[in-house]
């Protein structure tokens, strides 16, 4: 097990990574190959605040979820949890613990009521820091979770790009089999597109066979076209997914920001056939958060975008909220936070 | 379906809200009601009630009653009675109880919105998101105008008592938009709401008396059309405020033509949606759905015919079909679903045949393939793509979930495809370009604009319609004004009947005579003579034949319009421009003060002083417009959104102005002037008696650098050529000073194209008294206000 936070030499190939299955649920879903820049995409984006945020706003009168169903949803979102820690006082323990949680998100007797009992429920990753891969692999083993390592000099993204490229195959080597980089927000502030895709390129070559989840840090984008044209980008340089945010902004995922980024997978989808995942990250704490969420995905992407496969959160404290709610929905009674295991 | 069945399929599953204190309350009043007249409900004279059902199922929900002229008469009554005495309360004391007003609606909200969803079909989202609170907002903010109407309004006073009928697209809603201005004002009310759904405004009416609101200040009387009818006729109504259909609005504009009531209507639209190349078009296609599918389609301002650029056109089919994939049509109760269920069979079938003759003129269908429920009245959104302006679909209004779809090259067609229709309800204009989109906006003829964006409403901006959508506004400062009346017109006398003169046998001498003038009418900026070529004497009170006026026609009307509408250029002119035209008309008219003055005193018998008199009253008139022209000028609202709302003065267009006897030049100054600084073209028929100060005119307008066509004059039989004007489907607005018969003929002809007019029902203005005749008080008549919403953000 190592535990180090060295980065290893770029020749050296990061092969136990590459041996491991791949976990997250891929098998229909043909990974983006990426294409040539192509700046008329980019150009072209015209997105209107006002009408993404009336979008958003009027959706949970148009859709909602009770009971079974709800249960069903909530349940479906747990499976879609990238269980995140990413703090300067995490240690191999507080990991394991997390990880701990990860397989076994849900207390059994509830399950059982839900109809659940014996099916295989956990989230659908454990995402740490490069120290923690390996801890976090160790504590997984078996259990089919893949591990997410933050990545590229996250949350700010402004180490040395060569040092970036040794960290993901550092971290891919330790076997993470998802790498969320982090962009260089400059990159797009000042509209360079061809830095950003040639830097993303190369993070997603360093990645090998480790999904690329591209983290757009929203909150530092500030505009929607902002959003949506480094969502362009990072797609067209072979992004797996795209994520909203690191959680350290000061603005983390919105509604908007997700709704101008599913619409941009849609309209890569359209122009390349890939079918590409969305992250979004931060803020998102409760049940009634994430089901909105849920929502959005399926009315502007479908069905499909609601498996880990396409969609993850990335979350803390959302876990044990959706825990209360399903226990309600099992007894009737509003539950208490002590009532479940924590993370 | 079990929480396993439901992880694996990720179906929404139904979520219907609860109904039992909207049945509850039903069920208190036996499901049968009476009307609510002075206070309490009251059993229809006549004892007929009708059923009145629910849209989703078919089932009957209650029993109405059936309103007779005796119920009419009775609720009229009790609102007479009561009305000085709400006038008297105060501005503050209605602020009081339009505020408790809000309060109970907003206290009450669920049971309002449910019973909406039941009694109309929309869906719950609609009525708990929207309608509810809006009403409430409309009852907060007009409790506002009554705190402010002594300040604000100090020159004002209400009308009386109002009549209001009201449809049945968003029942509670129209009722706010309706009673609180009316309210605020000092006004009561006699309303009759739609036959389909009254049932709001019987809850309204018991709640608000619950809350306080004095007895007979809002009288609700239900019935179909002929209750209706018997609203509009009754003697004791001072005004009529109507909101439906075109057809309907006519029939109310002939009923109570020469009445003297006061009318507004809101009536129907067929109002464009363009998308251009530079749009967001994920929000074009989103916004469609707010514009189409809101209501189930049935609304008047709907963004029912979708101009989309040609070269984005397939791309926005496709996207737009894609979205329509995932519309639910549900149960109204269901809080899962976009679209409810249409009103009522009769309308459901109307849609149905209407799309089957656009299929059947060309157009290609789509329907959105998510399944409807069984039964009920039901349609699903559906697209005509491929209309061509002269399908049945692109002309008529279908009020239906139902969006017909053509393309354009470039804003210019896009312009004129939008306009090419006589409504002129609502516009929504896509484009990321601010320059595009601010161009567009004021080329649209429509009382609202909306800037990427669609159906937006507040308590605050005013909405109304240009051309045969309907006159007047609902909203904000525009529709309080709707509610009152200058106290200065209210003491205006009849004006006597000036005796005939015959003309007086007088031979010339052998005196040097003056060089003969023809006097021509005035059309196009040229001297025209008349088409018939046949004149007109024109006598001193004496019988002195003074000279000879061209007797015009019809057919010089009608070049007079023409001239009128090719001179489109003024109302874009700057109001610089305008008012620089206005004093230069001054300058040149004091120039030739005392030629007008003896003209005056010979036609009139007036003293030499007092003519003078009223060419400097002109003059000064004419300065007074000079100033107004570049300060009369609109608002910005602010409602409750992140933008602005642009109410903009905008001409009428062309107007005819009929000019009485009376003070021949200062009146026909006092006309003509505020409509020209507004940017109107007019077609001016003097006064019959005096016309020889109007032809004098000519060589002032000439000199004056008066563009050709925006001031037309025709001499002849005034009120002749007034009908000409008024059944003339391109005169936008009549003023009629005159007669009280031709005030009547006037508004009862102007239904061809629903004409605004203004009319003095034969009462004697007193030109000389500015108050009376100058400034404000007619330019509010020389203006339509277009109110243009832009949202903004980035």
Redesign the interface.
């Given at each position: 097990m190592s535990q180090s936070a060295s980065i290893p030499e770029p020749s050296r190939v990061p092969l136990r990574g590459r041996e491991r299955p791949v976990a997250i649920e891929a098998a229909a879903v043909a990974r983006n190959a990426g294409c040539a820049l192509e700046l008329d995409w980019v150009d072209e984006i015209?997105?209107?605040?006002?009408?993404?945020?009336?979008?958003v706003a009027?959706l949970p009168?148009?859709?909602?979820?009770?009971?079974?169903?709800?249960?069903?949803?909530l349940?479906?979102a747990i499976t879609c949890i990238d269980l995140t820690t990413l703090n300067g006082d995490d240690t191999a323990g507080r990991v394991r613990r997390l990880c701990a949680k990860a397989r076994q998100p849900v207390r059994a007797d509830i399950l059982d009521a839900?109809?659940?009992a014996g099916r295989k429920l956990h989230t659908g990753a454990i995402c740490v820091y490069h120290r923690f891969v390996a801890a976090a692999v160790e504590a997984l083993d078996g259990s089919g979770i893949p591990v997410a390592a933050v990545s590229t000099g996250f949350p700010a993204g402004l180490v040395p790009h060569n040092v970036k490229l040794r960290e993901i195959e550092a971290s891919v080597q330790d076997g993470a089999e998802e790498i969320d980089i982090v962009i260089t927000r400059e990159h797009v502030l000042t509209g360079d597109w061809r830095a950003l895709y040639q830097e993303v390129k190369d993070f997603r070559a360093a990645c090998g066979h480790a999904h690329l989840k591209t983290i757009l840090a929203t909150g530092d984008l500030k505009?929607?076209?902002n959003v949506a044209r480094a969502s362009m980008v990072c797609m067209m340089a072979g992004a797996d997914f795209i994520k909203t945010s690191t959680g350290k902004e000061g603005v983390n995922a919105t509604l908007p920001v997700s709704l101008v980024m599913l619409?941009m997978i849609r309209s890569y989808q359209d122009r390349t056939g890939y079918k590409i995942g969305f992250k979004p990250a931060g803020g998102i704490s409760t049940a009634k958060d994430v089901l909105n969420y849920q929502i959005l995905m399926?009315?502007e992407l479908g069905?499909e975008w609601?498996e880990p496969s396409l969609f993850r959160i990335g979350a803390s404290s959302l876990l044990a909220d959706i825990e209360r709610q399903l226990e309600h929905h099992v007894t009737g009674r509003y539950s208490a936070f002590n009532r479940h295991p924590v993370a | 379906?079990?929480?396993?069945?439901?992880?694996e399929t990720?179906?929404?599953?139904?979520?219907p809200e609860a109904d039992t204190e909207a049945r509850a309350w039903l069920a208190r009043h036996g499901a049968s009601f009476g009307h609510f007249i002075n206070g309490a409900f009251a059993a229809p004279a006549d004892g007929k009630h009708f059923a009145t059902s629910e849209p989703a199922t078919g089932k009957v929900l209650a029993k109405l009653a059936h309103g007779s002229a005796a119920d009419i008469d009775a609720a009229v009554i009790a609102a007479r009675k009561v009305q000085p005495q709400w006038l008297r309360l105060g501005g503050h004391g209605r602020a009081r109880h339009l505020y408790a007003l809000a309060r109970m609606l907003q206290r009450h909200a669920r049971l309002f919105a449910v019973l909406e969803a039941i009694d109309n079909g929309k869906p719950l989202?609609e009525t708990?998101?929207l309608d509810i609170p809006l009403a409430a907002r409309h009852f907060l903010h007009h409790a506002g105008w009554a705190q402010l109407q002594e300040r604000e309004f100090a020159d004002y006073a209400p009308l009386g008592v109002i009549g209001q009928i009201i449809p049945w697209n968003f029942p509670l809603l129209m009722l706010a938009w309706k009673l609180a201005p009316a309210l605020a004002m000092g006004n009561t009310v006699v309303l009759k709401p739609a036959e389909f759904t009254s049932l709001t405004a019987l809850l309204f009416a018991e709640l608000a008396a619950q809350a306080g609101l004095p007895a007979g200040v809002l009288n609700v009387v239900t019935g179909d059309g002929a209750t209706g009818a018997a609203l509009v006729d009754h003697d004791g109504i001072d005004k009529i405020a109507f909101t439906g259909s075109t057809e309907v609005g006519r029939l109310i504009r002939q009923a109570t033509a020469g009445s003297g009531k006061s009318l507004t209507l809101e009536l129907g639209g067929k109002s464009p949606f363009i998308v251009f190349e530079?749009?967001?078009?994920?929000?074009?296609v989103?916004?469609v759905v707010?514009a189409i599918f809101f209501n189930q389609g049935q609304v008047c301002c709907a963004g029912s015919l979708l101009l989309v650029q040609e070269g984005i056109a397939e791309n926005f089919r496709q996207r737009l079909l894609r979205r329509m994939e995932?519309l639910?049509v549900g149960p109204p109760l269901d809080?899962?679903?976009?679209m409810g269920a249409i009103v009522d069979p009769v309308q459901l079938d109307r849609i149905a045949s209407l799309v089957e003759t656009g299929v059947k003129e060309g157009a290609q269908k789509y329907q959105a393939p998510g399944e409807l429920p069984q039964h009920g009245c039901f349609y699903p959104p559906t697209l005509l793509w491929d209309v061509q302006p002269s399908s049945t679909v692109a002309i008529e209004e279908i009020f239906g979930p139902v969006l017909v779809a053509m393309t354009f090259r470039t804003p210019d067609e896009a312009v004129m495809l939008a306009n090419n229709t006589r409504y002129g309800l609502a516009a929504s204009v896509w484009s990321?370009t601010i320059g595009r989109a601010l161009d567009i906006a004021p080329k649209l003829l429509a009382g609202v604009v909306w800037i990427?964006?669609t159906n937006l409403f507040d308590a605050g901006v005013g909405f109304g319609g240009y051309r045969e959508s309907g006159f007047g506004r609902e909203g904000g400062r525009e529709g309080i004004t709707e509610y009152l009346k200058p106290v200065v017109w209210s003491g205006r006398k009849p004006r006597a009947v000036q005796p005939a003169v015959t003309e007086t046998d007088e031979h010339a001498g052998f005196a040097l005579p003056t060089i003969d003038r023809t006097p021509k009418l005035f059309i196009g900026g040229k001297q025209v003579r008349p088409d018939g070529n046949y004149s007109r004497a024109v006598l001193s009170p004496k019988g002195k034949h003074l000279g000879e006026v061209g007797d015009g026609n019809r057919k010089d009307i009608r070049n007079a319009v023409a001239a009128a509408r090719a001179a489109e250029g003024w109302g874009r002119a700057t109001t610089h421009n305008r008012a620089q035209i206005l004093y230069y008309l001054a300058e040149n008219l004091s120039a030739r003060g005392d030629e007008f003055a003896a003209r005056i005193a010979a036609m009139t018998g007036l003293t030499a002083a007092k003519a003078k008199a009223e060419v400097d009253a002109a003059v000064s008139r004419l300065f007074s417009y000079g100033a107004w022209a570049d300060k009369y000028e609109g608002a910005v609202h602010t409602p409750p959104?992140?933008?602005v709302a642009l109410a903009m003065h905008e001409p009428i267009g062309v107007v005819g102005v009929a000019c009485p006897d009376e003070a021949p030049l200062l009146a026909l100054i006092s006309l003509v002037a505020p409509l020209i600084a507004m940017g109107n073209r007019v077609v001016v028929v003097p006064s019959e008696r005096h016309p020889l100060v109007a032809t004098d005119l000519y060589q002032v307008l000439e000199t004056s650098d008066v563009p050709a066509g925006v001031i037309n004059i025709v001499t002849g039989k005034r009120d002749a050529l007034v009908k000409v004007l008024a059944e003339h489907d391109d005169v936008d607005a009549l003023w009629v000073f005159g007669s009280k018969e031709a005030s009547a003929m006037a508004e009862r002809l102007s239904v061809g194209n629903l004409k605004r007019t203004l009319v003095d029902h034969g009462l004697l203005t007193d030109w000389y008294d500015a108050a009376a005749s100058e400034g404000p008080i007619l330019l509010h008549h020389a203006v339509q206000v277009k109110n243009i919403w832009i949202?903004?953000?980035?």
């Open positions: 015209r997105i209107n605040l006002s009408a993404a945020e009336r979008r009027s009168g148009r859709r909602t979820v009770k009971n079974e169903a709800q249960a069903a949803w349940l479906k839900l109809g659940f505009t929607l076209r619409r399926k009315e069905r609601l | 379906m079990s929480v396993a069945q439901y992880y990720m179906e929404y599953g139904p979520a989202r708990r998101d530079d749009a967001d078009l994920d929000a074009a989103e916004g707010d995932t639910r809080k899962a679903i976009d990321e990427n964006a959104l992140r933008g949202p903004y953000g980035d």
